[in-house]
């Protein structure tokens, strides 16, 4: 299955960088938690075993040829949706949102493979349909079901930040798939309108969330009281950072979510702009990397692929950290192989093994 | 090759992806741009704000300043008391921690638990007190076993104290929480206790003391983690009363059981030497807050003990009075020494017949008897020569019916009656019958105890209607004055010294002479000069003065007994007023009482004690 070939062209350097950054993730997350007292194992052991597993699933990933994905495609992205429809029906609710089907030893959560599989189902859909011209309005109609569809399901239940994030890993693959000027323009203004007209669309929470975004002075103690600690904490990081384990706001607990979504400000609070910076740089190298891998990727289809992958990682750090440094809303979005979390690192880690598969393979026709 | 499609064959991929990595790295510098902002431009605002979210200021009690008697001696005191009380953020198990200090304390489970859920209201970093000013054995068994239960806290604070327990209670007054006005005023702090009445209320702004301040680290739940620093608390100022302690506590230990009330005055300074008012009640439940059923006790007894009766409560003077009227009628020229009228038990006046408490009347009476022997007909008789007018003008000239400025507890004015106030007040002409009732001082008349105080200082001394005062000074602990009162005339009365010396004869003539109606009160070696007085409480069917069967009538209905005096007769020195409600015939009940008060103050004289001034400074102050 593995011949040496495949093992030369091995990106070490796409590892290293996932094991790199998860490292000081769980670095992070040893302060993050420091205070708490809770039994059981502590999150930063958890979360090393969620890279040991994640790391597994990776290289099982990149092991079977991606190509044999390009026809089970459609069949998966079926299958999702099914998921979808039945999380909605007989899913299992927790905290006001139905996403997860309890599956007795773990829960699914079929919104979260979702990101995965649109990559698949769409990178296959433009590899066959693109051409040199680039798109016409009309010929995104097929695009526009593949992606409406779950991101209308997964919106239902509700879940904004993921419905976002399909659409906006769509949104990367069909840039690369190429629009005409005309269709660009109209999808633009059409997304303003559905900004718009969406507003209404959204539950009292999400729209309280924006508010809260837009003036959190309003509510300090109540939904405005995450973003005002973060930035609190980020900014009085400084430029040298308050020290490792040191930063007030984290380990006095000022700082909530900080082992999941905030895990960042508990970094820029300890390590300052200094630090911020060199871990930015990080995540942009590899958001560069992935874009580089699907340049060289021997098809169209791998080239799909792995942009679809690398964009799903660009717009899920773009996002949580916009947010945690107050550019954006509080959408509940985590930050690859930072926050902690399972789902995060199983997802993040199926598409790191896909950008691996399609790395080793690029001289493979 | 079948992987190289039309697509990727005639797309610019290579401009494609550039510009996908241009766009990426410019995301990426805005980023940077904003948390270049944040941790660099603005990072010692956030600083601020960080520093801002982990530290309290917390405040540290103060006592309240002490009160001393006119010597010097610790009449009001703080001392430290001990409260469990309970972080509601760090209990896990309310009903098992409520269940266990119930065993502990000795506390009823359900007081406890009302007491857990009133402190819900608040943060839960906020200490809930459970058990106020525990013994420091509960204190001790409760913290040495707390290691069980998280959460359980002991508080200490300062807490009054009154070392002569009830004594002078009224007129120290109490403390409670403060009020929400003062609350949104700003000045308190919740659950800060204030003066809310006498004294304590009034000097509250000398009282009070100025609380710490504790600087402390926190954490999100308002746990403290460590202190930064301490501004220790201020006690309030030292604050010297005119009473005499040993004096007070002789005067209300001569009341007994009875319910009533004394005022003993300087007759040259007006300081108030002991204010009795009987019966007292123990100032320290309110001090630690007084529950709702010991409240409820307090304003259920029959014989009302929360009343300040000397200086609120108004009673017919009754022959008290008669010193007054007889003073006028000399001023007036209605009577003279040599007025003699013939006392056969009663007096008739347009068809109704007024009696004289003597059903056989007193026969020849001339002025000196008339006061001993406290004939109402010839006090009738000269009374309704004088007219209302006259008798009202020296009664107000003599402070009655007016407030002396005391200040301290609610004072009442009392009521001198007078043709242009009954005409104003009902509509309706003065009659001559009501002229005779407020010649024994009955009827309209109502004075205090105060007020009776300062009229019998005022015939002492000659004429000098003096405002009454309690509290002398106030030092800081360094010994700087802050406050202090001086003697003060509130009313300078014109009146011939001869007539005074009649009016003094007669007045220790009551004491003094056989047939004499306040011998009870008479001093082997002191010259004591007084009048008794009865005041009615309800008009029996027959006006009579026999006190043998008195005690047949029902409590209420009997009447009050009054006693004036003053002494040295012939150099005064102090006066008093001792009332004792519904205690039947003045030289028999309230006689007694000030006749065991001047023997205290003469007793304490000859030692040198009473008149002594007030030592400048010092906490310490000697026991007789």
């Known amino acids: ?33 420091y205070s708490w007292t809770f039994p059981g194992p502590p999150i930063y052991v958890k979360q090393l075993a969620w890279l040991g597993m994640g790391l597994v699933l990776a290289l099982l990933v990149s092991c079977f040829d991606y190509r044999h994905l390009e026809y089970k495609g459609f069949w998966l992205y079926g299958l999702n949706i099914l998921l979808l429809i039945f999380v909605l029906v007989g899913g299992k609710t927790s905290m006001g949102a139905t996403r997860w089907i309890s599956l007795g030893f773990f829960n699914l959560q079929p919104s979260e493979v979702m990101k995965i599989v649109i990559i698949i189902t769409l990178a296959r859909y433009f590899s066959l349909r693109a051409h040199a011209d680039g798109f016409f309005l009309r010929e995104l109609l097929v695009p526009a079901l593949l992606i409406g569809l779950p991101a209308v399901l997964i919106m239902k239940q509700p879940d904004l930040g993921t419905a976002l994030m399909v659409i906006f890993i769509a949104a990367g693959m069909l840039l690369l798939a190429g629009l005409r000027r005309n269709t660009f323009i109209v999808l633009a203004l059409g997304g303003l309108g559905a900004a718009v007209g969406g507003w209404r669309l959204l539950r009292p929470y999400q729209k309280q969330r924006i508010l809260t975004f837009l003036d959190p002075e309003k509510d300090p103690l109540g939904s405005g009281y995450h973003i005002i600690q973060s930035k609190i904490a980020v900014g009085s990081g400084g430029f040298w950072g308050e020290g490792y384990m040191s930063g007030p706001q984290s380990q006095l607990s000022f700082l909530p979510e900080r082992h999941t979504d905030f895990a960042f400000s508990v970094f820029a609070e300890e390590w300052g702009f200094a630090g911020s910076t060199v871990l930015l740089l990080l995540y942009l190298f590899l958001i560069i990397w992935g874009l580089y891998i699907a340049r060289r990727a021997a098809d169209s289809f791998g080239m799909f692929l ?20 107050g550019l954006m809303p509080v959408v509940g979005v985590p930050l690859p192989l930072f926050s902690y979390g399972g789902t995060s690192m199983v997802t993040t880690m199926i598409g790191t093994g896909l950008l691996l598969n399609v790395s080793m393979r690029r001289f493979v026709f | 090759m079948r992987i190289r499609s039309d697509w990727a064959r005639n797309t610019d991929l290579s401009k494609r992806f550039f510009l996908f990595s ?35 200021y917390l405040p540290v009690a103060s006592p309240r300043g002490p009160v001393f008697d006119r010597h010097g001696r610790l009449l009001v005191d703080s001392r430290p008391a001990f409260n469990i009380s309970v972080m509601r953020q760090d209990v896990e198990e309310p009903e098992e921690l409520l ?37 420091r054995s509960t204190l001790e068994r409760v913290m040495e076993n707390s290691f069980e239960l998280a959460g359980i806290l002991p508080v200490v604070h300062p807490i009054r104290h009154y070392p002569y327990g009830d004594m002078g209670a009224h007129v120290i007054g109490t403390l409670g929480e403060v009020g929400e006005e003062e609350l949104r005023s700003g000045d308190y702090r919740s659950g800060e206790y204030q003066g ?17 301040v504790r600087r402390v680290e926190v954490d999100a739940r308002g746990k403290e983690l460590r202190q930064w620093e301490v501004e220790p608390p201020k006690p309030g100022n030292k604050l ?28 040259r300074t007006g300081e108030l030497l002991a204010v009795v008012n009987s019966p007292s009640f123990d100032p320290a439940l309110f001090a630690r807050g007084i529950r709702s059923e010991e409240w409820k006790a307090l304003l259920e007894d029959p014989m009302k003990p929360l009343q300040n009766r000397a200086f609120r409560g108004q ?100 009521l001198v009656p007078s043709r242009s106030w009954k005409k104003e007040r009902f509509g309706a002409p003065w009659y001559k019958g009501e002229t005779l009732n407020a010649s024994i001082g009955q009827g309209f008349l109502l004075t205090t105890p105060l007020q009776l105080a300062v009229m019998t200082a005022a015939i002492a001394n000659g004429g000098t209607v003096l405002k009454p005062y309690l509290v002398s000074r106030v030092e800081d602990w360094e010994g700087n004055l802050l406050f202090e009162q001086q003697p003060s005339v509130l009313r300078k009365t014109k009146l011939n010294p001869a007539q005074v010396e009649t009016v003094h004869r007669a007045m220790t003539a009551v004491v003094n002479e056989p047939g004499g109606s306040g011998w ?19 008009r029996l069917k027959e006006d009579d003065g026999d006190e043998a069967d008195y005690e047949s009538i029902p409590y209420r209905f009997r009447d009050h007994a009054l006693f004036i005096a003053f002494a040295p007769a012939d150099k005064p020195e102090i006066a008093l007023a001792v009332i004792v409600e519904h205690g039947g015939g003045g030289g028999r009940t309230a006689a007694p009482i000030a006749g065991e008060i001047l023997k205290g103050y003469f007793a304490r004289r000859e030692q040198g004690e009473a008149k002594k001034t007030p030592p400048a400074q010092g906490r310490e102050g000697g026991n007789p």
């Open chain 2, 315 to 414: 009673y017919p003077p009754g022959s008290t009075f008669k010193p007054v009227v007889m003073l006028a009628a000399l001023a007036e020229g209605a009577a003279s020494s040599a007025t003699t009228v013939d006392c056969q038990g009663s007096f008739e006046i347009g068809g109704r017949v007024f009696r004289c408490w003597k059903k056989g009347g007193h026969g020849l009476t001339n002025l000196k008897k008339a006061l001993r022997e406290s004939c109402d007909v010839w006090f009738y008789e000269v009374g309704l020569r004088l007219g209302i007018d006259g008798i009202s003008e020296m009664a107000k000239q003599l402070g009655l019916g007016q407030e002396t400025g005391i200040a301290i507890g609610g004072e009442s004015s009392g």
């Open chain 2, 99 to 135: 269940d266990w200090l119930s065993l502990y304390l000795e506390e009823d489970r359900q007081l406890l638990e009302e007491r857990w859920k009133a402190g819900r209201r608040f943060p839960v970093y906020r200490p809930v007190t459970l058990a106020a000013d525990v013994e």
């Open chain 2, 520 to 538: 009870r009160s008479r001093l082997s070696d002191v010259l004591v000069a007084g009048k008794t007085g009865t005041a009615q409480v309800v």
């Open chain 2, 22 to 56: 241009l766009a990426a790295a410019f995301v990426f510098v805005l980023l940077l741009s904003r948390l270049w902002y944040l941790q660099t431009i603005n990072s010692e605002r956030y600083d601020r704000l960080s520093e801002k979210n982990r530290t309290r």
């Open chain 2, 240 to 267: 010297f009363l005119s009473l005499d302690a040993p004096l007070q506590k002789v005067a209300q230990e001569a009341f007994g059981r009875e319910a009533g009330s004394a005022v003993v005055m300087d007759v």
């Open chain 1, 306 to 325: 792995a942009l679809g992958v690398a964009a799903m990682m660009f717009w899920h750090i773009v996002v949580n950290l916009s947010m945690v440094i």
């Open chain 1, 1 to 33: 299955m593995i011949d040496r070939r495949l093992l030369t062209n091995f990106d070490w350097i796409l590892l290293l960088m996932v094991v790199l950054i998860s490292g000081i993730g769980i670095v992070n997350l040893y302060s993050a938690t």
């Open chain 2, 196 to 212: 809310k009445s006498g004294i304590e209320k009034v000097f509250e702004e000398y009282l009070r003391g100025q609380d710490g």
